[in-house]
């Protein structure tokens, strides 16, 4: 006689009398059926990518704010009217005006513009030095390999902020000691990062292969190596770029970053200390917003490309 299997009604009416419901709970003889796993995958994508859209128009916003409101205003930042001297915000003065009677939406683009030039050619700089100095250290290996990160570590344990002042400190002030301040003390861990990523690359079969069949040394690094790290420095230059902008801020607002007639985020944070304590607040609100937007909005667009070019770290979000 053949076995005769129990058949399921569609209605999720099993043999035994048991019922299922369409959450999936059991019923009547109380028999729980098997689990359903609900994938928030959808929901958290949607997220992620209004959190991107959002970053994106930001940065876009405010990079078209530095490009084209210096050249279309046609107006002075520096222009001084004292009898307009702290106005609060208006039409005319949209962010109001600081304790000279100088706009401050004018100076606020001013100093972001000064601020991103800062934050983005510095992170190129570190970016460029830290993976020169990261692969070097990995495909020679041995003693360089050493002394190299040991150079690493004798200047991770001097404080970021430290060790800029004392750069700073041996030039005038300007953007370019600035810059040069930043890219000293931020291409480090650009360095591990490559060291370790070049280090991980080096056991790959095509580099074997490529090995194996004559290449040389200077030919792998180029060709299979450094290719295979661009995207993780790439990022570390994005992420890079909000921490250089604060740290520019931090310099300026110390009063060793640029000259403080020049207008910079630190500077306007800086000259509207005894604003503030007056209780005249748009001095200080307005440029801390420049300061703090766009530099949330590069990170999540750098999250997002974190996200991306770690399909392992992606799944486990997705989860």
Not at 125 to 130: E, F, P, R
Request: charged share 15%.
């Amino acid at each position: 006689m053949a076995d005769t299997a129990p058949a399921t009604a569609a209605d999720g009416t099993g043999s035994g009398g048991g019922t299922t419901s369409a959450d999936g709970t059991g019923l009547g003889d109380g028999t729980a059926a098997a689990p359903v796993w609900r994938s928030r995958g959808r929901t958290r994508r949607s997220t992620r990518t209004a959190r991107v859209g959002v970053s994106a128009v930001l940065v876009a916003a405010a990079v078209l704010a530095v490009l084209v409101v210096p050249p279309v205003v046609q107006l002075d930042e520096q222009a001084v009217d004292l009898a307009r001297k702290l106005s609060p915000p208006s039409w005319e003065h949209p962010f109001g005006t600081d304790d000279v009677g100088r706009d401050l939406l004018l100076r606020c683009v001013y100093g972001l513009r000064v601020s991103l030039l800062v934050g983005v050619v510095a992170a190129v700089v570190a970016t460029v030095v830290g993976t020169l100095v990261g692969a070097a250290a990995a495909v020679f290996g041995g003693w360089t390999d050493r002394v190299v990160m040991r150079l690493v570590d004798i200047f991770s344990s001097v404080p970021h902020l430290l060790l800029g002042i004392f750069v700073v400190a041996m030039f005038r002030p300007g953007v370019w000691p600035v810059i040069a301040s930043v890219a000293v003390t931020h291409w480090l861990s650009t360095t591990r990062i490559v060291r370790s990523e070049v280090l991980s690359l080096r056991s790959r079969p095509y580099v074997d292969a490529a090995i194996s069949g004559g290449a040389s040394r200077w030919r792998v690094t180029v060709r299979h190596l450094l290719p295979g790290v661009l995207p993780q420095a790439g990022l570390a230059a994005v992420l890079m770029v909000p921490h250089a902008i604060w740290h520019e801020s931090a310099l300026s607002f110390l009063g060793l970053g640029l000259p403080s007639h020049q207008a910079s985020l630190g500077n306007l944070v800086q000259s509207a200390r005894g604003s503030l304590l007056a209780g005249d607040w748009w001095p200080t609100l307005f440029p801390g917003l420049f300061l703090i937007v766009p530099t949330l909005a590069i990170a999540g667009l750098a999250g997002a490309w974190r996200e991306r070019i770690n399909p392992r770290r992606r799944s486990e979000l997705m989860l």
